[in-house]
T-cell receptor, first 114, second 112 residues
Framework: ETGVTQTPRHLVMGMTNKKSLKCEQHLGHNAMYWYKQSAKKPLELMFVYSLEERVENNSVPSRFSPECPNSSHLFLHLHTLQPEDSALYLC?????????????FGPGTRLTVL | TQLLEQSPQFLSIQEGENLTVYCNSSSVFSSLQWYRQEPGEGPVLLVTVVTGGEVKKLKRLTFQFGDARKDSSLHITAAQPGDTGLYLCAGDGMDSSYKLIFGSGTRLLVRP
């Protein structure tokens, strides 16, 4: 238990569906992250929020839409996804912007797009 | 562009054997981290190395940061089935203190 929870743990959706992934951290951290983990590829950073402001957006398609309503919660809204978007989506949090601060990861949401 | 290459990609060994995993780059990193990820879980930090030539030990795991801070290695002595997992190295992104650049990982299987 890392203090970062993600729901749902598994999600199967069609290409026309709209769904949302949720992440919650109970560590009092100020920065939150979304990563995509595909087979045989390095973890890909998608978005970073610091104090509820988006500070990184790594050229992610607009069919992925993040939302950070407060420093404890992070959402990833999904719509009109493609089969190649199937992957493990990981949320992480960090105390601050310091480069050596530890990132704490949630267990991930395994997404399958049919 | 900063890239981290890990080798080998896959490793299957017998319990009790020793192994070394490598993480290499042409870029300099001010720090490198090693994570282990088990099936169904997110990565968990094992260690952070920050000084060139630094060696850190965590029980049977020995981590080394290269003198030039471009590479790192993880050595496991007398591997056990509980060491099975995906080992990831990650370096700080030079253009952002928020970013970590991850390697593609080494998948280790330790057979009883």
């Amino acid at each position: 238990e890392t203090g970062v929870t993600q729901t749902p743990r598994h999600l199967v959706m069609g290409m026309t569906n709209k769904k949302s992934l949720k992440c919650e951290q109970h560590l009092g951290h100020n920065a939150m992250y979304w990563y995509k983990q595909s087979a045989k590829k390095p973890l890909e950073l998608m978005f970073v929020y610091s104090l509820e402001e988006r500070v990184e957006n790594n050229s992610v398609p607009s069919r992925f839409s993040p939302e950070c309503p407060n420093s404890s919660h992070l959402f990833l809204h999904l719509h009109t996804l493609q089969p190649e978007d199937s992957a493990l989506y990981l949320c992480a949090s960090k105390a601050s912007g310091g480069s050596t601060d530890t990132q704490y990861f949630g267990p991930g949401t395994r997404l399958t797009v049919l | 562009t900063q890239l981290l290459e890990q080798s080998p990609q896959f490793l299957s060994i017998q319990e009790g054997e020793n192994l070394t995993v490598y993480c290499n780059s042409s870029s300099v990193f001010s720090s490198l981290q090693w994570y282990r990820q088990e099936p169904g879980e997110g990565p968990v930090l094992l260690v952070t190395v920050v000084t060139g030539g630094e060696v850190k030990k965590l029980k049977r795991l020995t981590f080394q940061f290269g003198d030039a801070r471009k590479d790192s290695s993880l050595h496991i002595t007398a591997a056990q089935p509980g060491d099975t997992g995906l080992y990831l190295c990650a370096g700080d992104g030079m253009d952002s203190s928020y970013k970590l650049i991850f390697g593609s990982g080494t998948r280790l299987l330790v057979r009883p």
